[in-house]
């Protein structure tokens, strides 16, 4: 019924950056792999748990061009969290979903697209990057502009190494001012004004934004400055959240549930929601 | 000049010398029988303020919120003995400084306010010296007696009843002066003490915690037994509480600002005829 | 000529309903609660009362409810859902505000994922309403467009005889119509009059609070902290509300083996939005006042075009600090525009 | 015939006195009933209510608290503090119904394995002849059942 999740075996763990870990989960049933390649789509989140203390909700990290595992990225800090950061490949652990709506990825096709990325919030972008970078020849021009406050704290490093070999890929690394080590080649600024700097065109361009909401909002702003439309701008939102599916009451910003109407969401219509309510 | 007149008086008084920035007292509520806490800022709104036999609600919790007090600008507050002992208990316990505390003291008796005289809690250590030579509610002791002479087993299954009637709604811990923590034990979940099911099972421990944390502390201002929606008889566990104290410490919980909390000191010779 | 339901053969109905596999839950009095509880005897049922101090929400939506038990062992997990029981259940005696209570949040536990949960226990459950002839200080279902005998959410309505020798008895739906057709000796014709429903006075102007909320201004305004300043945080309001529904997801258990429960939970809580990482959404108690009456009045009616109240009053009724929605509702209204 | 019934005891110890206390009532091969569970503690002002109402949830039926002798404190006052808890607590759970026989407390010094063997002993029998706790066992079965609506 409703509230059972599947249960997921643990294939394997990294670690991305202090305190923040990737699981990669693969189905323990057919029947539930089944449903979700059916139903996965590039944007979506799930409630990851472990029974006996929870469960959490994060955004599937993995594209919907791969859909033989789930993989997800968090920060251990809770109770639920800790646990999962705990458990060993083999485990088991439980994914209930995929909820909530989408990236419109086939709109993007023919356009250029700008991702911007801070510290933890790389996980939801890296899944439509991947999804674009499955199927590159649909797009124009990929910009990816990620930033953290420290280099440590940079997450998925194999995969923006991999990034800035690839010629197809302009990837634009930046730390927060004191964040950097000696051997830093990248930028040193915070995300809104490195965005400035390297000043990306808004011609027949797709913004795609994730970050803590500070960051979010003076990003915005830049965006703006550098003439992106707020419907051209994708984002997608957090709350805390229990059922996942509309019914328990909490994660709503105003009147929008972002377990159903969102997470996804263009920056038009999160300027639309009561921002105190964020 | 009736009480109500008086301490409207006082009240504007108070707020229009810049003495206190803020009343805390009684308005009227939605029944002619009930009264609401309001909040009076300036002199000519003190006309709201009602101050009658219906005035039982203890209101020395609205002085912990987090910022009140910090300014370092004094609060007034329409206070029964209950609530001035709630706040020599929280100026014992660091949550509030008695000096920004105007008491506006009054009590009731025979279905009338009466004033009290005094505005601070100091000025009314006599009063509370002889509450505790009275000792406790002889009403509750009553009350309470009915169940200590029950067996353990009907005892028991008295509270298990009650305790199968909670909801968690937590309005005894809400209303509570005492309860100020910023993480209550129940929403504390590294590790979960407390099941937050309302179950049977669930309610007991938050129901006994509760009592626990209170012991020595309650006034039996009774705003956590008319707050429960469920009516649990919260009076009588919170009374048994304040008993032991009284009996086993001689702690007559809120005597003054100085007294210390019972649970966080000792002395060498307490009673320990339990111990094997 | 109507079906009438006398008093006196009310005991014989309670006989007739057990024999066809019915429980029945009416509203009585134990350990100093009102609430519906399973009866025996029509002398059993406390009819007279103008509403118990619990819902029958209760019964379809438990203050806490086991969803999976769960067992671990290494590298493997055993689950198994518990499933409610699809009880024959009639609730005799709901006032018309409890019974609409159930209707309006239908919608809400059927939307796009069917929460089979409140299903379940609907699916079997007969709604027998008495129509209000009397009404408190509290009572509030006018404001809200409903009324003492709304029959939104019953099965069957009764509505009290002038002589107060029974009710009028009326099938609403095929449910109530089966429910009747167990005790067809047992209700009789007359020409009785009924009683006139109670007088419920409207007491704001609904039109006037859903246009205000609705006004993007009005989510800012000062009026939400000078409303809710003396509100204490807990959830009476809402844990005796007929409509509310929000819900906490728990494991309870150790490590190997225990179970998942789904646990009332309030938005008048902190806890209820608070990230992890500290962040609250709705960090103060206006806010989240302001997230009960926005979300019964203007965002719940967006959704399934319906206010999330039935006008019972509890959430006044039984506030320690005399607040409720009357209360902010009202003033709303006579807010100067 | 079903099973005798042998009780489940908890006992939270101090580390410093009822444990070393246990340890040489070991050493010294004396004989106590094996119904006991011991949960060390640094210090019987450690020892929270909330341990006694769990090991009751989770199937005791019986707890024994101990620690040092008055004045005898590792930690100078700990002792003193939990005792005026305990003090307070027996009342609180007495009132509730829990026997006050099921709970009980004790000093124990370093030295006294012969009063920790006997204690034990003494204890075991006596919530041996209360029999199992059944009143509050029940509230546990009632949460693993369905639920009751």
């Known amino acids: 019924m409703i509230y059972n999740p599947f249960p997921m075996r643990v294939v394997s763990k990294r670690d991305e950056a202090p305190g923040v870990r990737t699981l990669r989960l693969e189905f323990v049933k057919q029947e539930d792999h089944d449903y979700f390649s059916t139903n996965y789509r590039t944007g979506m989140f799930g409630l990851y748990g472990i029974f006996g203390e929870g469960e959490s909700t994060f955004c599937v990290a993995s594209p919907e061009t791969r859909k033989e595992y789930i993989e997800c990225t968090f920060r251990q800090s809770g109770r639920v969290t800790t646990t999962l950061a705990n458990a060993d490949a083999g485990d088991i652990v439980t994914f209930r979903g995929p909820y909530g709506n989408r990236f419109p990825i086939e709109e993007f096709e023919g356009k250029n697209l700008l991702f911007i990325a801070g510290g933890i919030a790389l996980p939801p972008t890296r899944s439509v990057i991947w999804s674009c970078l499955d199927q590159r020849e649909k797009f124009g021009n990929v910009t990816i502009v990620y930033g953290a406050r420290t280099v440590a704290d940079l997450v998925y490093k194999d995969e923006l190494d991999e990034w800035k070999r690839r010629d197809d890929v302009n990837l634009v690394l930046t730390v927060d001012p004191g964040g950097e080590t000696p051997d830093w080649q990248d930028h040193v600024g915070f995300v809104p004004s490195v965005l400035e700097k390297v000043a990306p065109s808004p011609d027949n361009t797709i913004a795609v934004l994730c970050g803590p909401p500070i960051m979010i909002k003076f990003t915005l702003n830049a965006l703006e400055k550098l003439g992106f439309s707020a419907e051209n701008v994708y984002t997608t939102l957090e709350n805390r959240m229990k059922c996942g599916v509309g019914k328990c009451g909490r994660c709503n910003v105003g009147s929008v549930y972002i377990c159903k109407e969102g997470p996804v969401f263009t920056a038009a219509e999160v300027q639309a929601m009561p921002q105190a309510d964020l | ?276 | 000529m109507t079906r009438i339901l006398l008093h006196t053969r009310l005991d014989d109905c309670l006989a007739a309903w057990r024999a066809s596999g019915y429980s029945v839950l009416a509203p009585s009095k134990s350990h100093e609660l009102t609430r519906f509880n399973e009866v025996q005897h029509a002398s059993d049922m406390a009819l007279d009362l103008v509403l118990p101090e619990r819902t029958i929400k209760d019964h379809f939506f438990p203050q806490t409810e086991p969803l999976i038990r769960y067992r671990i062992k290494k590298h493997e997990i055993d689950t198994e859902e518990m499933v409610p029981p699809e009880l024959k259940r009639i609730f005799f005696g709901v006032r018309p505000c409890d019974a609409s209570g159930l209707a309006i949040d239908d919608p809400l536990f059927g939307w796009d994922y069917k929460d089979e949960y409140w299903f379940r226990r609907r699916g079997n459950s007969v709604i027998v309403t008495i129509a209000c002839t009397s009404a408190d200080d509290f009572c509030m279902c006018t404001s809200v467009q409903l009324s003492p005998d709304s029959t939104k959410g019953s099965d069957v309505m009764l509505t009290p005889l002038k002589d107060g020798r029974g009710w009028q008895v009326l099938a609403l739906t095929d449910r109530g119509n089966a429910l009747l057709e167990t005790i067809p000796s047992i209700l009789q014709e007359s020409d009785a009059e009924p009683a006139p429903p109670a007088s419920v006075p409207v007491k704001f102007d609904i039109d006037k609070v859903t246009a205000w909320l609705a006004d993007p201004a009005s989510f800012e305004s000062h009026f939400w902290k000078e409303i809710s300043q003396r509100c204490i945080g807990c959830a009476s309001c809402t844990f005796l509300c007929p409509t509310c529904h929000c819900f906490d997801i728990q494991d309870e258990g150790d490590t190997y083996s225990g179970i998942r429960r789904k646990n009332w939970d309030s938005c008048s809580f902190a806890m209820f939005t608070m990230h992890t990482s500290g962040h609250n959404p709705r960090n103060t108690q206006s806010t989240r006042w302001r997230q009960r009456i926005m979300h019964k009045f203007n965002y719940y009616r967006g959704k399934f075009d319906v206010n999330s109240c039935s006008g019972c009053g509890r959430c006044t009724r039984q506030c320690p600090v005399d607040m409720g929605i009357t209360e902010t509702l009202q003033s709303i209204s006579n807010l100067p525009r | 015939m079903s099973e005798p019934f042998e009780p489940k005891i908890v006992a939270f110890v101090c580390t410093y006195c009822t444990y070393a206390g246990a340890d040489l009532a070991g050493t010294s091969r004396m004989k106590y009933a094996s119904n006991v569970r011991i949960v060390r503690l640094p210090c019987t002002g450690r020892i929270s209510p909330m341990f006694i109402l769990k090991a009751l949830q989770k199937g005791a039926d019986g707890v024994l608290v101990s620690g040092c002798h008055p004045g005898d404190c590792h930690f100078a006052q700990g002792n003193y503090h939990a005792r005026r808890r305990w003090t307070v607590f027996r009342a609180l759970l007495s009132f509730t119904g829990i026997p006050e026989e099921r709970i009980k407390f004790s000093w124990i010094s370093a030295a006294e394995g012969a009063k920790f063997a006997e204690l034990i002993n003494g204890v075991t029998e006596e919530i041996r002849s209360l029999g199992p706790f059944e009143q509050y066992q029940e509230l546990q079965k009632i949460i693993e059942t369905q639920s009751t609506y």
């Open chain 2, 1 to 276: 000049m009736g009480i109500q007149e008086q301490y409207r008086n006082e009240a504007a008084e108070l707020l229009s010398s810049g003495a206190v920035k803020l009343v805390i007292g009684y308005g009227e509520g939605s029944t002619s029988d009930r009264r609401r806490p309001v909040f009076i800022r300036s002199a000519d709104e003190t006309a709201r303020l009602v101050l009658d036999a219906n005035c039982i609600a203890n209101l020395s919790g609205y002085l912990v919120p987090e910022g009140l007090l910090s300014d370092g600008k004094s609060v007034a507050v329409f206070l029964k003995p209950d609530g001035i002992r709630s706040v020599n208990i929280l100026a014992a316990e660091a949550q509030v400084n008695p000096d920004q505390v105007v008491i506006l003291g009054f009590d009731i008796d025979g279905g009338q306010a009466s004033p009290l005289p005094g505005r601070k809690a100091t000025d009314f250590a006599p009063l509370i010296e002889s509450q505790k030579s009275t000792g406790l509610s002889t009403e509750l002791q009553q009350e309470a007696d009915q169940l200590e002479l029950m067996s353990a087993t009907d005892r028991f299954e008295y509270w298990n009843q009650q305790f199968s009637k909670c909801i968690k709604c937590y309005a005894c811990r809400q209303v509570c002066p005492m309860c100020y923590c910023r993480r209550c034990i129940v929403d504390v979940n590294q590790p979960q003490w407390v099941n937050t099911s309302s179950h049977t099972l669930g309610n007991f421990e938050w129901n006994i915690v509760r009592a626990f944390h209170l012991a020595g502390r309650c006034v039996a201002c009774g705003g956590c037994d008319r707050a429960c929606p469920v009516n649990i008889p919260l009076r009588l566990i919170n009374h048994r509480m304040s008993k032991e104290a009284l009996d086993a410490f001689d702690h007559f919980a809120g005597e003054s600002a100085d007294q210390k909390p019972v649970l966080a000191t000792f002395r060498q010779d307490d009673p320990e005829t339990f111990i094997l």
